[in-house]
């Protein structure tokens, strides 16, 4: 194939991330880490959880007196609950980075001129079930602190589309194949 | 498949190998192989041409249709 640098900016550009998705993996685990044996590192820190996406419940509340952005605080965030986030988002990472790889091997293969292959149609039906996986992972958030707690849920529909994109493009490059094959095996 | 190809049999009565008939027709040996085996899904019409004038036969001598 002649060079084309839209595909190789974009090889380029999936390697730089799957290596973002490792160092924020690596500082991830570190901050998990971090937050279990200095929490008082975290004493002063603010950290705002309530984010627009979501749409949160407060499943229940410590009655004190004590104000909300003092209780809802990294500091007093419960180990199970900074279990599930770090699983949560560690899972996150490793959905983004398979689905980074997948995609980078379709590019590849469209550089080398085998774009309608089986192995591409596996790797669009794989993207799908990883952004599926994606999508469940980010549709819920649960935080619980000492004195209070919430759980947040939400029907996140962007990736939604996405799986049936790659579901789309999947079918797409299966045809292909089997034109492909048909052409190949016309003697 | 329910075509079957019998240019094996053709090849033998003629006393002809397959690298010869490839070189004649001018196809690769690989895709005569593919021809041989039954894998080919279609034949051009200027490929069975040229099998006939090579072996001198009819294409009925080349392919024959047997219920599945």
């Keep these: 194939m002649t060079k084309n640098r839209l595909l190789n900016i974009a090889t380029v550009l ?82 983004l980075f398979l689905g980074t790889k997948e ?19 596996t790797a669009f039906r794989r993207i799908g079930k990883l952004i599926f996986i994606y999508a469940l992972l980010t549709s819920f958030s649960i935080l619980e ?16 589309i996405l799986i049936l994109l790659a579901f789309i493009m999947a079918e797409v490059f299966k045809e292909g194949h089997a034109l492909k094959q048909e052409n190949d095996l016309t003697i | 498949m329910s075509i079957i190809v019998n240019l ?3 090849l033998v009565k003629r006393n002809m190998k397959s690298k010869d008939l490839a070189e004649i027709i001018g196809i690769t040996t690989a895709n005569l192989s593919i021809l041989k085996s039954g894998k080919a899904k279609a034949v051009r019409f200027s490929t069975l041409e040229a099998i006939c004038k090579a072996l001198d036969c009819q294409p009925a001598d080349i392919l024959e249709y047997v219920e599945d």
């Design chain 1, 103 to 121: 995609f980078q091997k379709v590019l590849e293969s469209v550089k080398k001129v085998t774009t309608f292959e089986a192995d591409n149609v």
């Design chain 2, 8 to 10: 094996d049999a053709v």
């Design chain 1, 14 to 95: 999936c390697k730089f991330t799957k290596g973002l998705f490792v160092l924020a993996f690596i500082g991830l685990t570190f901050l998990f880490i971090h937050i279990q044996i200095h929490r008082d590192y975290y004493k002063d820190k603010k950290v705002d959880f309530d984010t627009k996406d979501f749409t949160y419940s407060m499943t229940h509340k410590v009655k004190t007196k004590t104000a909300d952005n003092a209780i809802f605080t990294v500091e007093n965030i419960k180990t199970y609950s900074l279990y599930i986030t770090y699983f949560q988002l560690t899972g996150l990472l490793a959905v």
């Design chain 1, 145 to 160: 602190f000492n004195e209070g707690g919430f759980r947040g849920f939400s029907i996140p529909l962007k990736p939604l």
